[in-house]
């Protein structure tokens, strides 16, 4: 459909400048993203059997590239449920690293609730774009059909194999009623 051939790189947009940006220059994001970072490793580091890197410069890199590839595949339209999803769970922890407008009074407070709920808008449309089906059944719908189809299958050929054992049984019985006379 025409409007998602648009709609898609508009939305994908931010993410490749902000990514390409946040690559070329992290040092910029390194002292907001600090906190999210350091407490994702924690948490990571309880429920993992690995330990995750803590470099906070390589975290803000990594989330750079996971937006500038999947922002590049959410425009055009490679995977788009997948990269939508993807974004979205990268805005996250962005916007709660770089906009923490709690922190915050005056004009900056105002200035970082605004870059809030923008990227809250974002993820809404980013969370609509990643269940989008283009019109196509969803995955669960098939399944269930597919499900109900093989269930049906294998009912109606259990059918065929009790008619099959039931007519071989009377002609089992029939044969030996002609031996028996």
Do not use: C
Not at 83 to 105: K, M
């Amino acid at each position: 459909m025409l409007v998602r051939r648009i709609a898609r790189p508009l939305l994908a947009s931010t993410f490749i400048f902000g990514g390409i940006d946040t690559w070329k220059n992290p040092q910029s994001r390194v002292a907001g993203a600090r906190a999210v970072v350091e407490k994702l490793t924690e948490q990571a580091d309880k429920q993992l059997p690995i330990q995750v890197p803590r470099d906070v410069e390589q975290w803000v890199k990594i989330d750079a590239g996971v937006k500038v590839g999947a922002g590049a595949l959410f425009a055009l339209g490679r995977l788009p449920r997948l990269s939508a999803l993807t974004l979205a769970a990268s805005i996250v922890p962005t916007t709660l690293a770089g906009h923490r407008f709690w922190e915050h009074e005056g004009a900056a407070k105002q200035g970082q609730l605004v870059h809030f709920l923008k990227n809250l808008g974002l993820l809404g449309g980013l969370l609509l774009a990643a269940v989008d089906t283009e019109g196509k059944p969803s995955v669960g719908y098939r399944a269930r059909r597919a499900a109900k189809k093989a269930a049906d299958s294998t009912e109606k050929t259990i059918e065929k194999a009790q008619k099959r054992a039931a007519k071989a049984e009377k002609n089992a019985a029939k044969r030996a009623k002609k031996a028996s006379r």
